[in-house]
C-alpha cells in the first residue's frame, strides 16, 4: 500500500469543494502544498484551514486556469516552490456550463470544452513529462460518470470528459513503465457549489465521500474508479443499452 506521509503536493482547482475535502485529508498527512486556483480570498481561507489540519502550505498561486499561456508559468513555480519534487498532483478544477446555451451557441461550447478538457491536457502535459522525468509521482483528474456516454441533458460537459478520460488512458499507459500512477476519478452527483441549482436526490454524495474514496484508490494505486462506487454499475448498464434504444430516452 503507497504511504501518503510527508508528500509534496500540488492542488489545482483547490477551491473546489472535492479538491478541499481531499486537501484535508492529505493534510492530516502533513502534506507539502502548492495550491492553484482562481478566488484569491478563497484560497487565503483554504491555505489557513489546511494549516490547522497539519499541511504545510509552500505557496498558493493565482490563476485563471482557462488562460492555458499561463499553464508554464505554473508548473515552472510548483517546481520551484517543491524544491523540484512533486509526489502528488491532483486536478480538480471544472465547469459544468449551461447545456442549452452550449447548444445554441459555439462560444458557451467552446468555453466548457476549453476548461474541462483543453486546459486539463496542457496542465497535465508539463506534469507528466515532470513525473516520467523523476521517474515516480501520482496525478489524479477528476473526470466524471457523463463522459461514459452521451445524453441531450448535458453532451457538451460529458464529451469533454470522455475526452479526458481517454486522454488520461493514454497518459496512463505512456507513465506506467517510469513508475507513475496516472489516477482517473469518475464522480457521480455530488452535493458542490457546481451543482448547487440542480435539484438533489438519494444519488447525490457529499465531498467527504469522494476524498476518502480518492485517498483509497492512491493507497492502493488503482487506476480508474468510479464514486461511490455504484455508479460503476450505473454505467454499466447504461453503457449496454443498444443505440437505437437510448436515442430515444429523455436522459
Sequence with gaps: MKDLENKNVVVVGATSAIAQATSRKLAAKNANMVLVGRNEKKLSIIASDLVVWGATIK???????????SHNKIMQRCQSSLDNRIDMALYAHGLLGDQLAAQQQYQSAEKIIRINYLSMVSLLTDMANFMEEQKQGTIVAISSVAGDRGRQSNYIYGSAKG????FLQGLRNRLNQSGVQVL????GFVDTPMTADVEKGI???????IASGIIKAI???????????????IMSIIKT??????KRLKL
Design 184 to 187: 482517473t476519478v469518475k464522480p
Design 219 to 233: 493507497e492502493k494505486n488503482r487506476n480508474t474508479i468510479y464514486l461511490p462506487w455504484f455508479w460503476w454499475g
Design 163 to 166: 475526452a479526458l478520460s481517454i
Design 241 to 246: 443499452i443498444p443505440e437505437e434504444i437510448f
Design 203 to 209: 444519488l447525490f454524495a457529499k465531498p467527504e465521500i
Design 59 to 69: 505557496d498558493v498561486i493565482i490563476s485563471d486556469l482557462g488562460e492555458i499561456q
